[in-house]
């Protein structure tokens, strides 16, 4: 792994890495959560997870699971036990959001896709 | 007579493709978890797309029959791939090494192939050159892994290389026409691309605390440019071939 401008992401060198992992006997490999880039300037969605000893390797095996059937530039691996969730029981809490009436909340509430289809119209050519 | 060196070269670059990635295909379903299955399986597959690319400029421009049947349908001693491609998967130790020394040897062969005088090779090789970036990261990343790993993967790594290493070398076993294809920078031949190989090799193997064997006989894996082979290669082309061969003519 190196570290790349950006202090938050590691990059996979395709040149060398140093990076080496011995597990332990009765110990499980991880798994991680493969994110997917389709293009840039997108960002990168979550695809699915596998299983591997180390990030290094978690990244090879992705680029093959996840990026070969699809257009692809980029993924993103990350150790499903990083990933922090609520549980699912706890759903109800975010019904303040879809109740009716807050529906005022709701960012899909302001329809300005038609005005702006009239606007073009109006004013096409 | 530059026309038949160019032909060599390429025959036995795609026969090389094909049969390995016909031995690296005889993994998938038995790939030791889902997850490599998945990436030693579609390596093979691009290894038969660059056979099938190599086969389609014999034919379009060197008059050579069709893919099909220059791949399915050839006697073995027409081919001219290196022993090192015929021989038995054998444990994932071995298949894992000789990806590891075949795909680096692959990929710098067609860095050399994007400054060739020959303007095929030349549009082949820029059309792949990031599709072999990802089978060397895969075997540097797996050698690295298990040279490093437990004292068992450590000593089947080093006793497959140890094995196989003489072998291996027959992929730079001169061609008939190698002075021709350096004299018209079609090729910068075996020797260089056999020379940058042990230069990319090297530092792998030593990050992986593997050691590179002495050589013992440099000529034990050749033949194979010559069209002679070890007893494995014609079991492998008649299993390749056997729906084929039921009806030739039959259109799918």
Known sequence: MENSLDPRINRLSLIKNDGSFALEKGENWHTYEVFHLKKRGDHHKHVGSLHAPTPEIALVFAKEQFGRRQKCVNLWVVPSREVYTFNMEDEDMFATASSPEKKYRDASGFKVRDKIAEYKKTHAG | ?252
């Open chain 2, 1 to 252: 007579m530059k026309k038949k060196a160019i032909k060599d070269l390429i025959y036995k670059m795609a026969d090389d493709e094909l049969i390995i990635g016909h031995r690296n295909s005889e993994w998938t379903g038995l790939g030791p978890i889902i997850e490599e299955d998945i990436s030693f399986s579609s390596m093979a597959q691009d290894k038969i797309g660059h056979a099938l690319a190599l086969y389609t400029i014999l034919q379009e421009t060197f008059g050579e029959p069709d893919p099909d049947t220059v791949a399915f349908l050839r006697p073995g001693k027409e081919f001219k791939c290196c022993h090192f491609t015929e021989m038995p998967n054998g444990e994932y130790d071995f298949s894992l090494i000789r990806h590891f020394l075949f795909d680096h040897a692959e990929k710098i062969r067609y860095e050399y192939l994007e400054s060739s005088s020959e303007q095929n090779l030349v549009n082949l090789a820029k059309k792949i050159t990031g599709e072999l970036k990802y089978p060397v990261l895969h075997a540097d990343t797996f050698i690295h892994q298990l040279g490093n790993g437990s004292e068992e993967s450590h000593a089947r790594l080093q006793t497959a290389i140890n094995e196989c290493f003489d072998q291996s070398l027959g992929i730079f076993e001169l061609g008939e026409f190698e002075q021709e294809l350096i004299d018209n920078k079609v090729f910068p031949g075996e020797k260089a691309l056999r020379s940058r190989w042990f230069e990319e090799i090297t530092p792998v193997l030593e990050g992986a605390k593997l050691k590179l064997p002495d050589i013992k006989n440099e000529e034990v894996g050749f033949g194979g440019r010559k069209g002679h082979h070890t007893e494995h290669l014609q079991p492998l082309l008649d299993e390749m071939s056997e729906v084929l061969t039921i009806d030739p003519e039959t259109k799918w």
